[in-house]
């Protein structure tokens, strides 16, 4: 760490002086965001009740941060700085446009596709760091050493950070401890804003190298250390993932089955190691006398080939078995990248490699961003074969509960699993709301066996169902969607979310109690509500009874939606046999507690009895 050995207060002006002259945007945006952060942590007042305004100021200056630096870089290799400039406020406008479309749009508008297509420009931006500025070059030996570098001094800086972040915590704890001062909780996070932020940024701007250093050809930057590290730790592990799955390619061809879906995320992680090492390895490449580093590479892309193979074939399983979704849709895509990029290294040998970063970045940005998006894609497709599931049906739509209940029931159990599969996707995942109203109308019931995420036969019959009374701890996370409000006049509507503990079941009354205090003008009132522990039992069991239920008393009732029963096991030592331990039960219930009129005519709590019954 030559920088930190020549660290002084002459040598971080100057180089701060540097980054100012050098990376003026991304200066101005790490301080712009840094003073936002800050205030808005010690003044929750000014943070903006507008979701589109608080969009923009949070995200808007980090990531404008990484696409200054990144065209700074690109600058500096310009010889028209003029036109340099202008390109760089014309990103820099788009960009901040873009954003503010994206924010009127409203925070409906905040669902997979965009997420998603917001996480690949970024990735565009910081990916293009490291290979914008070196379009045209012979070799790819100046961006790899110029990653590197900057790869190295990111983890130093941050490193740096850290320990001085400790010391700062360290420090302000001891203060509190030592002069019994009450040093708020803000402070502490100011100083990971400070430290691992600014500090961090402006410490590893100054480090970016620059003129020659950029441009650094030498192909003998890896050391002995660094060959030993590849050829003696990761290629045997690459070796491992090998072995391993051809002996499973093996199994598949004797057995004659179908790979498990499983073996995606070996093969996916293999590819990931090859791409790795080679990486690692690329001036070795270029040296005459490393014939074993041009054989490695050959050799683990042309023995990736089949296993690529293999996950093609269990993601078209997968996909057979139990849907198309976007993730299955990305994976599928990445497995026809890595066909190329293994056919690629087989016959170049790596001579060349950033364009291995360079086209997943870019297959990863457009099959994401625009109207043709995965996430889109796959919408489309799915709204297709759920009209073509109802078309064949011939029902008349939308329909309501009653009507696709009965539906579901003259369906065969998997067609049956799968349009409710499909329509849950859709409207959970791909917030298909909009398009759930020309198939439904109101609430109807989607769950469903594992369908999308489940085992390889989500469709087994022969398992014997569970018996209730054999769940000591019930729990159910019913659908708030699918909750029936209760009829009646009610005076008060209160959200529940409250604990009963220590509860002790007797045998003649299996009852769980929950007791509830209410409150009208400034005064306090009880009620208690009883379940079964029964009941409880019977709707954990059975999935088809998992919706909403209610429960009342004379002041009201509960619509419950999620409910959690724990058991606590203590020793009765009041009773001769110590060994005899007694079960308590803490009942968690979540839900709406609805009040009538005759609620607030009961006698009203004192403090005194309020207190007590605590």
Known sequence: MKWIENMSFKGMSERLEIVIKRFPVGLLFTIIYTFIALTLLWDKDLIPNSDALLFIIMFYPPTALLLGVSLHLWSEEQSNVKRARIVQLIAQFGWLLYCVIIAQQGQDSFGMELIVGLLATLFLFKASIFFLSFFGKETDIESWNFSWNVIISALQTTLVCGILLGGIELLLWGIQELFDLDIPEELYISMVIICMFTINVMLLMMQIPKDAAKHDTNINRMNDFGRMVVHGLFVPLQAAYLITLYFYLLRILFTWELPSGGVVWLVTTMMIGMLFITAL??????????????????????????????????????????????????????????????????????????????????????????????????????????????????????????????????????????????????????????????????????????????????????????????????????????????????QKVMQIDDWQREQILAETDSTLYMDIIYSQDTLLYFTRFGIPFRQLQEIAADESKQQPFTVENNEGTLLIWYFEVESNTSKDNNNDDAEKAIVKKDLHLEGLLFLHEAAFKNTPLSFENEETKE
């Open 281 to 490: 390895v690329y001036p070795l490449l270029l040296q005459d006398n490393k014939p074993f580093d041009k054989k490695l590479v050959r050799w683990l892309a042309l023995l990736a080939l089949p296993l690529l193979a293999l996950m093609t074939v269990s993601i078209f399983r997968r996909i057979s078995d139990y849907g198309f979704t976007v993730a299955r849709a990305y994976v599928l895509l990445f497995n026809i990248w890595c066909y190329v990029v293994c056919i690629y290294l087989l016959f170049r040998q790596g001579k060349r490699i950033m364009w291995i970063l360079t086209s997943f970045v870019l297959v990863f940005f457009i099959s994401s961003v625009g109207p043709w998006n995965m996430t889109a894609t796959t919408r489309r497709l799915l709204t297709r074969q759920v009209d073509g599931i109802f078309l064949r049906t011939g029902v008349q739509l939308p329909l309501d509960y009653t009507r696709f209940d009965s539906l579901i029931q003259t369906m065969d159990k998997h067609e049956a699993d799968i349009l409710k599969g499909k329509l849950s996707y859709l409207k959970f995942e791909l917030q298909g709301d909009s398009l759930m109203s020309q198939w439904l109308d109101g609430a109807v019931d989607l769950h469903t066996n594992p369908y999308y995420e489940g085992p390889d036969d989500p469709f087994d019959t022969d398992s014997e169902p569970t018996d209730p009374a054999t769940i000591e701890s019930p729990f159910a996370n019913m659908r708030e969607e699918m909750a029936s409000l209760p009829q009646g006049n009610f």
